[in-house]
């Protein structure tokens, strides 16, 4: 069971809008960690997409956004593209563990 | 541009060691700030982080696998390595290296390999 609880899948059409909820606890997010969040598209390795809970890498669309409040964290993708169907996780750290942890992970599904 | 290549051993028997290398190429592993990663994901699931490496040799380990993980780095060949033994099915799983940094975790990934655990 992941430290940091993902919804398993979310859906939209495309152009619309999405979200994702990582969810921790007082050891991990609420202990002001930073959340990071990752794209996998099948059969390959995961892409950091966001850093530091709202920046992102050179190269990434600012379509994605993310954001941190108390506890959890989120994803946003604005104007859903058939290319953003992939699984996301998000990362963070947790002092009770003293290691990194991810969250159990989200598909996304454009309709 | 920085690139990590795993290699090492595809199929592995229950109780035996695994073992896996991850070499970098298009740059130094003694670059200062740097850790560099091992991550996990069985199939159908989850990733999760397995320890990491800097390249004074300090290690840190994910608490539930510390028993029996060992991450080593050779500076000489620019390359770092897994060793994790006694394995089980549990153990198969699609293993990445990672490199990572203060504040921007885990840039750069290798492709992964697949290792499976059976007789």
């Known amino acids: 069971q992941s430290v940091l609880a993902q919804p398993p899948s979310v859906s939209g059409a495309p152009g619309q809008r999405v979200t994702i909820s990582c969810t921790g606890s007082?050891?991990?997010?609420?202990?002001?960690?930073?959340v990071h969040w990752y794209q996998q598209l099948p059969g390959t390795a995961p892409k950091l997409l966001i850093f530091g809970n709202t920046n992102r890498p050179s190269g990434v669309p600012d379509r994605f956004s993310g954001s941190k409040s108390g506890t959890s964290a989120s994803l946003a993708i604005t104007g859903l593209q058939a290319e953003d169907e992939a699984d996301y996780y998000c990362q963070s750290y947790d002092s009770s563990l003293t290691g990194f942890v991810f969250g159990s992970g989200t598909q996304v599904t454009v309709l | 541009q920085l690139q990590l290549q795993e290699s090492g051993s595809g199929l592995v028997k229950p109780s035996q060691t695994l073992s896996l290398t991850c070499a970098v190429s298009g740059g130094s592993l003694s670059s200062g700030g740097y850790s560099w990663s091992w991550i996990r994901q069985p199939p159908g699931k989850g990733l999760e982080w397995i320890g990491n490496i800097y390249h004074s040799g300090t290690t840190n380990y994910n608490s539930s696998l510390k028993s029996r993980v060992t991450i080593s780095v050779d500076k000489s060949k620019n390359q770092f390595s897994l060793k994790l033994s006694s394995v089980t099915a549990a153990d198969t799983a699609v293993y990445y290296c990672?490199?990572?940094?203060?504040?921007?975790?885990?840039?750069?990934w290798g492709q992964g390999t697949m290792v499976t655990v059976s007789s």
């Open positions: 990672a490199r990572d940094s203060p504040g921007i975790p885990f840039d750069i």
């Open positions: 007082s050891s991990n997010i609420g202990a002001d960690y930073d």
